[in-house]
């Protein structure tokens, strides 16, 4: 796993859990882990080793985030959560400064029309909820990101870049989504002979920017999410829990790092 030019090796050893297969399986699968984890003596005692106790913004955001519903059987399509990233998508592009460099990188990833089935889904949810979506005042650029943030709502917006980007922001970066995905090789022995049983599959990390927009000097935990199936846009996210059942969202060994030779006091 990278960040910034360090690099840390983990040995990876978790349970799959299976997380329900429809559009919402990545939103459900960050917000499970996020949810979990905040119950651990393990988060307690890392978000006081990095002051994030102390941080007013992190800790509302992260009450709002983990305050959605996350039951299947009473928020199937993860509505709550969808709800939370599409007014914060809208308030990002619509009033956030222009130099914000988070607002660039939503209208770059949004500069197109979008899925006409979607937007349609989601503009009738907006309406329900009293979201204005009259977006006709707006620049050209800014409303075709706007509708982009309305398909968010949309049972049927699968979890992507996007959306991942929107997470770890909201988050104020502090928690970053590390996706590992089956890479379709085996270990070798170096002799052009695969090691161990054929049928062993090996996963690998992947810190692609496209997924894992967090700046390396801001992301103290990480949390792993099992990419089983990949589709295209139309992929199948799974969670990941430590065998040792400690916290889903582990620190970053490299923070650590960082924080002990900085020799900063802890608080008492």
Not at 237 to 263: F, H, R
Request: glycine residues 6%; aromatic residues 10%; hydrophobic residues 35%.
């Amino acid at each position: 796993m990278q960040r910034g030019s360090a690099v840390c090796t983990l040995d990876l050893n978790h349970h799959v859990l299976a997380v329900i297969g429809n559009f919402s399986c990545g939103m459900h699968a960050f917000h499970a882990a996020v949810r979990r984890g905040v119950k651990s003596e393990e988060f307690e005692y890392y978000s006081k080793m990095f002051r994030l106790q102390s941080d007013n913004a992190f800790q509302r955001q992260l009450n709002d985030f983990i305050s959605c519903v996350d039951s299947a059987n009473e928020d199937l399509h993860a509505g709550a959560v969808r709800m939370l990233f599409c007014e914060y998508g809208l308030r990002v592009v619509q009033s956030n400064p222009e130099s914000d460099l988070f607002r660039a990188l939503l209208l770059r990833y949004w500069d197109s029309p979008p899925d006409d089935e979607l937007y349609n889904g989601g503009e009738e949810i907006a309406r329900r909820a009293g979201i204005d979506t009259d977006f006709q005042r707006l620049d050209s650029r800014i409303q075709v990101a706007c509708k982009h943030a309305v398909c968010i709502l949309s049972p049927e917006f699968y979890f992507d870049c996007s959306t991942a980007l929107l997470l770890q922001q909201y988050l104020l970066n502090k928690i970053a989504i590390v996706v590992i995905i089956d890479n379709g090789k085996r270990k070798s022995d170096g002799l052009g002979k695969a090691k161990g049983n054929p049928r062993e599959t090996h996963h690998r990390f992947t810190h692609s920017r496209l997924c894992d927009f967090v700046h390396p000097s801001e992301s103290v935990f990480w949390f792993p999410m099992l990419q089983r199936e990949r589709h295209g846009v139309r992929n199948h996210y799974e969670l990941l829990l430590p065998l040792n059942g400690c916290c889903p969202m582990q620190p970053i060994p490299s923070a650590v790092e960082d924080l002990n030779k900085s020799k900063a006091p802890l608080d008492a």
